[in-house]
């Protein structure tokens, strides 16, 4: 698996996604750089911008298994990870596995259920893995969380912990369409009320996880200068000593992005990484790792500021 055998099945996967969803570029090369990095990606935008359908029709492209939890106030640990029930006719406990057991987890409206469900993700996004009644069970190569949240609804809402958020490898907003590409809804999918299902979508799947694992092997062996982790490394500390931020990103932080610039070379067609595959995943990847001040917040900065302020004042290398 070459890089430009990479950048061929990226462009693939996103002629699929193209089928189904207008516009909606950054969102969906996010997307194909998190699967290609192991990462995790968390949705964020008003209700009816695409953030579930988007979630589905990339799917629909890859040959994993899809799953999805609608995540409500009352959801428990249980219903996410499973639990063991006793079987009369064996007369011995057996696990009922929840739907976290999946490859490709759609977390929809993640924010809608209290900390103690939400914490039910936190091994899984982490280690691949779930423990349950002290047993320890994979989750498998292929396990990605697309979670999305609504920023506007207050009621019935609970904040994501630091600790969860820092689990995510980006944090795209969804923004309102131009006009054109509304027109272009309209004329797509105009003529129904509802969420088209993945059968009526005409996508079908590009590729597997045998595929996706060669790929990424090849990723891990891109070059990446020293110079250039001199330059991650001076972005993630930059926001430790920002005035406005109270908590910067952490290290885990720094190897995400410097495992996701090789991604994003890698679907350029390149063997080796530019500043500018930096600069392009630095503001999702950093900016919901920020904890800002109390006076900075007052003043209305927000974490998306503070990391475009350092990328103009981190010098980047030549």
Avoid: W
Avoid at 85 to 93: L, V
Avoid at 134 to 159: C, H, K, R, W
Avoid at 228 to 233: A, E, G, P, Q, R
Avoid at 285 to 293: G, K, M, P, Q
């Amino acid at each position: 698996m070459t890089p430009s055998d990479i950048k061929a099945a990226g462009e693939s996967l996103r002629y699929n996604v193209k089928k189904v969803i207008v516009g909606q570029d950054d969102a969906v090369d996010l997307l194909l750089i998190s699967l290609l990095s192991e990462g995790h990606i968390l949705f964020e935008g008003v209700p009816g911008v695409a953030k579930t359908l988007l979630a589905q029709a990339f799917s629909a492209s890859l040959d994993l298994k899809f799953g999805r939890i609608q995540f409500t106030p009352d959801l428990m640990p249980g219903d996410v990870l499973g639990t063991n029930i006793y079987r009369f006719e064996t007369n011995e406990f057996a696990l009922t596995k929840g739907p976290i057991f999946t490859d490709l987890l759609l977390a929809d409206e993640v924010n809608r259920t209290p900390p103690k469900t939400q914490a039910a993700l936190l091994q899984a996004m982490h280690e691949r893995e779930v423990t349950i009644d002290g047993t320890a069970y994979s989750l498998g190569d292929g396990f990605m969380v697309i979670a999305t949240q609504n920023p506007i609804e207050q009621q019935g809402t609970y904040p994501l912990p630091e600790a969860q958020l820092d689990r995510f490898l980006f944090q795209h907003i969804l923004e309102y369409p131009d006009r054109n590409e509304e027109r272009r809804i309209l004329g797509l999918h105009g003529h129904r009320a509802t969420m088209p299902s993945v059968s009526e979508m005409n996508v079908h799947p590009v590729l597997n996880l045998e595929s996706l694992q060669a790929m990424r092997r090849t990723i891990a062996g891109l070059q990446i200068a020293a110079e250039l982790l001199d330059y991650i490394v001076d972005l993630v500390r930059g926001t430790r000593e920002h005035p406005a931020v109270r908590v910067g990103a952490s290290p885990r932080c720094g190897t995400m992005i410097a495992r996701a610039s090789r991604a994003s070379a890698a679907l350029d067609g390149r063997d080796y990484v530019i500043p500018d595959d930096i600069k392009r995943i630095a503001l999702p990847a950093l900016r919901h790792r920020l904890v800002l001040s109390p006076s900075a917040e007052i003043e209305g900065i927000r974490a998306g500021d503070v990391v475009q302020q350092l990328l103009e004042q981190v010098k980047a290398p030549r």
